[in-house]
């Protein structure tokens, strides 16, 4: 009777730990090795930004990664793949650590110079993205660089499509070039309006 008892309690141990839902799993979009402080050249002048916070669709401020859920155009939470911050927060500091690698900048916002001007202010909003898990994603980004001290504006949108295999990781690639394009592209505006 003891014998058949320990194995009962052995059997309902199992169940229970088998029962138990896995750890999530966190990812970035920053570089995790690379420093987010410029890599001006020592006695030069650093370009001053400030990146605000980046704005994003209320469906995809969420912890959980958000995709896309067949042609009806629906969209499933993967509960067990997570970003480490909010989302924007995530692409803030990925897309300031992209543009002060690029520009040789110091972005006041992320590094809290409360007594230095930026120059250079860019805000940018992510109208579309989104990712058929296994297969591709997709972002519209909408940004603008303004020169503070005339106020001139230059615009644009970034408009990519990639490919994104091996489900989560490669969704995480694929927004991590994402971010790379879009601060390509407003660096060039950054640099023409330092003409």
Known sequence: MMKRSLILLALAAALLNGCASPEPRYYSL????????????????????????????????????????????GVKLLDQSRWSAPLPDELRDALSQQLQAKLGAVDTYQQGLSGVEPVYRVTTEVVRLDTDLGQRARATIAWTVRRLPDGKVLGGRTETELPAPGQVDGMVNAYRQIVATTA??????VQSLQR
């Open 30 to 73: 920053a570089s995790g090795a690379a420093s987010t402080v410029s890599t001006t050249a020592p006695g030069a002048n650093p370009v001053w930004i400030e990146v605000s916070p980046v704005r994003v669709p209320e469906r995809l401020n969420r912890p959980q990664f958000v995709v896309s859920d067949g042609d009806a155009g």
């Open 184 to 189: 390509a592209d407003i660096a060039t505006s």
